[in-house]
């Protein structure tokens, strides 16, 4: 039986296929996309502040390699199996590179219900994985000889609104704990799943809007947007074992690697790499990968880690 919040997705994403006039109002879907990056932002805060820093800061180092590995891997494909057009090729890959933090909320819901355990500052890898992915795919695109503006990337990587969201609600979580945070425990802790269906509802429309997209460049993108997830995933989980994290923890850091962006990286590329097609890059992660992951790929992956402990007596 499916969560109710994959349900909220699927209503969405009908009621766009089917032309409804349902919409969530701008303003709506931008205060719960903010709600919930401080939600999750919050609860990784508070056990953040229970993590070695040292183990956090080689953790954090292995996740950055691993968001700027990811970029590099799928640019080849793109640009040579897909035929992309250089500017395009790198502004997918770096959308894959990056993270989906709705894919990781689905994720959380899901093993909660499954009363999975994972490490609890995921929320933290999560917010260093919108950082390299981005760098890499303005170097794909230009290259290291070509004029890079840096003050306006770092703006854009650094100060974008789920970074900063993301970041501070880590930061106030860490400083004010569980106890100084009972008074909005309400309505960002108790009402998350309330918040991520509202949220789902909305994606399952904007994904129906992106299918469009797709039809324009045939098979190729669906592939792909299938294929490499499944192989960032696979990443993510070995990399999750070398860490000595749990498989529940693993999971989580593969779900992660086969998420693609669709907030942070789109704003980054919009501005340092504006000759590239936004619709190709949200088409697929969108209308391809962000569907097959909140419905198909997160158990899988979460079985992929269970049987790759198993198999190496874990």
């Known amino acids: 039986m499916l969560d109710p919040v994959l349900l909220f997705f699927l209503l969405g994403l009908a009621a766009g296929l089917l032309r409804s006039e349902l919409r969530l109002p701008a303003a709506v879907y931008d205060l719960v996309s903010m709600l919930l990056l401080l939600s999750i932002g919050l609860k990784g805060g508070i056990e953040l502040a229970k993590q070695p820093f040292m183990d956090l800061a080689w ?10 590995l990811l970029p590099f891997l799928a640019f080849p494909v793109l640009r040579f199996v897909g035929r992309l057009p250089r500017a395009d090729a790198a502004s997918v890959a770096a959308h894959y590179g990056s993270v989906s933090v709705g894919t990781y909320a689905v994720a959380v819901a899901y093993f909660a219900g499954k009363q999975i355990e994972f490490e609890s500052h995921m929320p933290f890898l999560l917010a260093v994985l919108e950082i390299p992915a981005i760098i890499a795919g303005i170097l794909l695109a230009r290259g290291l000889s070509r004029k890079i503006h840096l003050r306006t990337m770092a703006h854009e990587v650094f100060l974008g609104k789920g970074i900063v969201l993301l970041i501070g609600g880590l930061l106030i979580g860490w400083a004010a704990g569980p106890e100084g945070l009972v008074s909005v425990k309400p309505l960002f802790f108790d009402l998350f799943k309330g918040i991520l269906a509202l949220f789902l509802l909305e994606m399952g429309l ?42 529940g923890g693993a999971a989580m850091l593969g779900i992660l690697a086969a998420s693609a962006s669709y907030i942070a990286v ?24 962000f569907p097959f992951n909140v419905l198909v790929g997160i158990p899988l992956y979460h079985a ?6 198993t198999l190496a007596g874990g």
């Open 59 to 68: 953790q954090a180092m292995a996740v950055l390699a691993m968001g700027a």
């Open 206 to 247: 904007i994904t129906a809007a992106q299918f469009g997209s797709l039809r324009q460049h045939g098979l190729f993108l669906v592939l792909f947007g299938i294929g490499m997830p499944l192989a960032s995933s696979v990443v993510g989980i070995v990399l999750g074992m070398a860490l000595g994290l749990s498989p």
């Open 266 to 289: 789109p704003a980054a590329m919009r501005i340092s790499v504006p000759e590239a097609n936004p619709t190709l890059s949200l088409g697929v992660s969108l209308g391809v990968t």
């Open 304 to 309: 992929l880690a269970t049987k790759a402990f």
